[in-house]
């Protein structure tokens, strides 16, 4: 329930601790089942907890690497390069590298379509030749600076991207340990799989006779 305190670590190795194979439908009051329901409550609000931190990490992600873009456009003007190439290219790369394909995830790409950009005045809106420019060393003033301001940029976003990784992990984990309660319960033919539209545990307590303090 969203409005119980999430639970602390050592309450959570009790609950990974309980023994739930005697927890079925055809024992209604066993305490043990209703040890699962209260642990349930706990769980749920660890599982809210863990998607407020995915939340937050992700708008942190956003603003991190707006600021970066930002940085690199007040610079833009030393590198001469127009400011609506280089927020337009940034916020693809950011937005759009999965649709590209691999090729396109790397920093080093990056530059070089800022190196040929600046060398030979391709858009940055077009896709990078193959072979890339003659001589990448060479650009206007100031290149090195938006290079760094990228590398900048990217390593923002793999430093959250790790982050991010490790909660929706650790939120997957407590969903899988509901459904485990669940099954031990009744049988996933009574209760259905889990998804955004079926709870198995809610469901299985439906088979059971409401508890009797």
């Not at 309980?18 to 209260?38: F, I, K, Q, R, Y």
């Not at 600046?118 to 990448?136: A, K, Y």
């Amino acid at each position: 329930m969203h409005e119980h305190t999430p639970p602390p670590a050592d309450r959570l190795a009790e609950i990974r601790d309980l023994h739930v194979g005697s927890c079925t439908a055809d024992a209604p009051h066993n305490p043990d089942v209703w040890a699962l329901e209260s642990a349930r409550k706990d769980l749920l609000a660890e599982v809210d907890r863990l998607n407020k931190a995915v939340e937050i990490l992700g708008t942190a992600l956003q603003i991190d690497s707006l600021t970066v873009i930002d940085e690199l456009k007040r610079h833009a003007g030393d590198a001469c390069l127009p400011i609506e190439d280089v927020e337009r290219f940034l916020k693809r790369e950011r937005d759009e590298y999965e649709a590209r394909g691999q090729d396109w995830n790397t920093v080093d790409n990056v530059l070089d379509c800022f190196r040929l950009h600046m060398v030979t005045g391709t858009p940055l809106t077009e896709p990078r030749p193959e072979e890339g420019p003659s001589d990448p060393s060479v650009g206007r003033p100031g290149l090195t600076e938006a290079e760094e301001l990228h590398a900048e940029l990217a390593r923002v976003k793999a430093e959250h991207e790790r982050e991010m990784l490790k909660v929706i992990d650790e939120r997957d984990q407590m969903h899988d340990l509901l459904d485990t309660f669940a099954y031990r319960v009744a049988p996933v033919e009574k209760i259905g799989e889990h998804s955004s539209g079926n709870d198995p545990w809610q469901n299985a307590l439906e088979l059971l006779t409401p508890h009797q303090p």
